[in-house]
């Protein structure tokens, strides 16, 4: 295992040799990516803008820098500050505190429940269609995270019919963010299948998945 932090110089002489295949292999994914992106969105008309957990505006940069346009703007559930370009810096936003609030520190809740059925998109190919990570626990058990997202589906249903003009209400995550936390202080009852539902897993940084405890 090599630490690419701080093993650089150990890190380029391995993949030398792989170099020019990389470079290809960047090259015809990009071609992908903007296939698929030209399909979307109308990049002379268009405000784009991106909506994810967070949390250093990775794949906004990324896209960015594929697509030559620096008018993308980040919507994220938190967001650090610390930007090393400084056109991402008024285009970022985070509604939780990075990395303080209880929202980040427990972000593997929320990003265990709000999963897709096919698992993480890992890259794109050919005619802009996308290959996904293979299938796990959470995936497995879907129709239980249907569950949940019927109960978050009624819950923002219900907000609205109670405050319909809810776009002119100020913004806080005060309490929201306070939710995040509460399952340490045991107040709710969870039963055994809730319990067993929800599992951590990024392919992006990990192969292993593991239990989420409570």
Avoid: W
């Amino acid at each position: 295992m090599v630490n690419t932090t701080e093993n650089f110089k150990l890190v380029k002489s391995l993949l030398k040799p792989y170099v020019i295949k990389i470079l290809e292999n960047a090259k015809k994914e990009r071609n992908y990516y903007l296939y698929y992106l030209k399909n979307v969105v109308n990049f002379k008309k268009d405000r784009i803008a991106l909506s994810d957990m967070g949390y250093y505006g990775t794949t906004q940069r990324s896209l960015m820098k594929i697509t030559g346009k620096k008018d993308f703007f980040g919507l994220y559930m938190a967001a650090s500050a610390i930007v090393k370009e400084k056109f991402l810096y008024k285009k970022k936003y985070g509604f939780y505190k990075f990395p303080t609030s209880n929202y980040y520190q427990n972000h593997f809740i929320f990003e265990s429940i709000m999963t897709a059925p096919h698992g993480s998109y890992l890259y794109c190919k050919n005619k802009g269609n996308f290959v996904t990570s293979k299938k796990l626990s959470n995936q497995k058990i879907f129709n239980t995270k249907k569950t949940f997202h019927k109960g978050i589906q009624a819950f923002c249903k219900d907000f609205v019919s109670i405050f319909p003009n809810f776009l002119e209400l100020k913004a806080s995550n005060s309490f929201s963010d306070i939710m995040y936390v509460q399952y340490k202080n045991k107040i709710f009852h969870l039963n055994k299948k809730i319990k067993n539902s929800f599992y951590y897993d990024n392919e992006y940084t990990r192969k292993e998945e593991n239990l989420i405890s409570f």
